[in-house]
């Protein structure tokens, strides 16, 4: 099992007054910490922290777990990812402040992974292009009786998330979730305007960010 501890922020500290949410940004795979940050104009003025994962690829990039298609991910690789970023949160992020993960496709599912383990830490999720992995999770339960807020956009053109694992994440995140699902009509694996300005007014409607 790959270790974690290349897991680290490349942000703003998180903010000091308690009870203040924090936006935790997730990169996709190959890609880096940089990235997900030119989102932020966009989006509610809440402080972030953007992570990255712990596998490194060629070119500068990482993943946050192997992924070989047509094969399925290994739930032992995403559960080590889902406990090394954990800790990188607790070293890092006071248990006062409640969490946004906000991530894109294998960040996406770890956005979701960090709310189906540990809800009472997450005030609202943001999926963009992701997926949920194969199998429950441990919180799934307390999930079904709780729903928290779930924003989940994706393109009608994103051919690199494959059928069955949107499929199962429609069936999924309606059991668990208070979800919103936006589908955008020409969009590939990517982000746009239409879907940061959903993601802009779900933020709004669901998280305070003192502004």
């Known amino acids: 099992m790959t270790s974690l501890q290349s897991v680290h922020s490349a ?4 903010p000091a007054e308690a009870g203040a949410p924090l936006m935790i ?20 003025p809440l402080p972030w922290a953007s992570v990255r994962a712990p596998l490194a690829m060629p070119g500068g990039g990482a993943a946050w777990f192997p992924l070989a298609l047509p094969e399925e991910p290994d739930p032992q690789d995403i559960e080590a990812a889902t406990v090394g970023l954990w800790d990188w949160i607790d070293d890092n992020v006071p248990s006062t ?17 960090l709310l189906r383990t540990r809800p009472e830490r997450v005030a609202a999720t943001v999926v963009l292009a992701g997926f949920v992995p194969t199998g429950p999770q441990p919180a799934d339960a307390r999930l079904a009786e709780r729903r928290p807020p779930v924003f989940w956009g994706r393109g009608d053109a994103d051919g690199v998330i494959w059928p069955a694992a949107i499929a199962r994440t429609q069936a999924l995140l309606p059991t668990i ?3 919103t699902e936006r589908t955008y009509s020409g969009l590939g694996h990517g982000v746009d305007e239409r879907m940061l300005g959903d993601v802009r007014a779900f933020l709004d409607a669901h998280v305070d960010s003192g502004g």
């Open 25 to 44: 940004l997730l990169h996709g795979y190959g890609s880096h910490e940089r990235d997900l940050p030119g989102l932020a104009p966009y989006l509610p």
């Open 11 to 14: 942000s703003p500290p998180p």
């Open 177 to 179: 979730a208070d979800l």
């Open 97 to 113: 402040h409640p969490l946004v993960p906000v991530g894109f496709s294998q960040g996406g599912l770890m956005a979701l992974q």
